[in-house]
């Protein structure tokens, strides 16, 4: 049951990569979309103006690009986690690392938010999905901690 809430955590998880994270409204013209590893700038007035502009977040340290390298550690560490190899203290350790770079990335995304100014900014699905994947997270966490076995089998 644990490796089950850990791999419907994880798919939630990488679907939430691929959907915005938060728009940005700016006052008095452009609307920004961002995802955790691109932006789009919908320039005034949206949606009949050219289509918007695609930005790629690859400059470090960029909140984006912290939030885009948790996203692929959590996936990586929860797949490790998964995995028949990884036995014992190690499935736990991959575990508990698949929780905190999720929380990283939720937390980091929130911390940025706040920096904008959280009136100009509207949580989108991408976020709320994270923040759903963590839960599911944390719940396969404490399975595996409250098992008889120490391992997340």
Do not use: D
């Amino acid at each position: 049951m644990t490796k089950a809430l850990l791999a419907c955590g994880l798919l939630v998880y990488a679907a939430s990569v691929f959907l915005p994270w938060f728009r940005t409204s700016m006052i008095g013209g452009a609307s920004i979309t961002c995802w955790s590893f691109k932006a789009e700038i919908h320039p005034y007035p949206y949606p009949y103006s050219s289509p918007p502009y695609q930005v790629m977040f690859w400059s470090w340290p960029s909140y984006w690009t912290i939030i885009f390298m948790c996203q692929i550690l959590t996936l990586l560490f929860g797949l490790l986690t998964l995995s028949k190899k990884t036995k014992g203290k190690y499935g736990s350790v991959f575990l508990w690392l698949t929780l905190l770079f999720s929380a990283m990335s939720v937390g980091t995304c929130f911390l940025h938010s706040a920096e904008l100014g959280v009136l100009l900014t509207n949580f989108g699905i991408g976020f709320w999905m994270a923040s759903l994947a963590f839960l599911l997270l944390i719940g396969s966490l404490l399975m595996s901690l409250t098992s008889e076995k120490p391992s997340i089998e």
